[in-house]
């Protein structure tokens, strides 16, 4: 049965980004994956797309303060230091 993958595609490899930067990590604990959380959210401030993270109408930062679980000031200012 061809259910759409080409010759010699595994279900075990992740579909190319075309950056090469691609790993799996399992998450071990809620620390991590806050610590991921927080990665995620600021990734475009950090990459220059937005000037803060709140700005960046794709992030799921959105859903995180709608919940309450951030605030919507959480990292409204890009640390110098940083």
Same mark, same amino acid.
């Given at each position: 049965?061809?259910?759409?993958?080409?010759?010699?595609?595994?279900?075990?490899?992740?579909?190319?980004?075309?950056?090469?930067?691609?790993? =799996? +990590?399992?998450?071990?604990?809620?620390?991590?994956?806050?610590? +991921? $959380? #927080?990665?995620?959210?600021?990734?475009? $401030?950090? +990459?220059? !797309?937005?000037?803060? $993270?709140?700005?960046?109408? #794709?992030?799921?930062?959105?859903? #995180? $303060?709608?919940?309450? !679980?951030?605030?919507? =000031?959480?990292?409204?200012?890009?640390? =110098?230091?940083?």
């Amino acid at each position: 049965m061809n259910i759409g993958f080409g010759s010699g595609d595994s279900f075990d490899r992740l579909p190319s980004t075309g950056s090469g930067q691609v790993w =799996e +990590h399992t998450i071990r604990d809620d620390t991590d994956l806050q610590r +991921h $959380v #927080y990665y995620i959210h600021w990734n475009p $401030v950090k +990459h220059g !797309l937005s000037q803060c $993270v709140a700005d960046w109408p #794709y992030s799921s930062f959105h859903t #995180y $303060v709608r919940l309450g !679980l951030l605030s919507a =000031e959480w990292a409204a200012t890009v640390n =110098e230091t940083m």
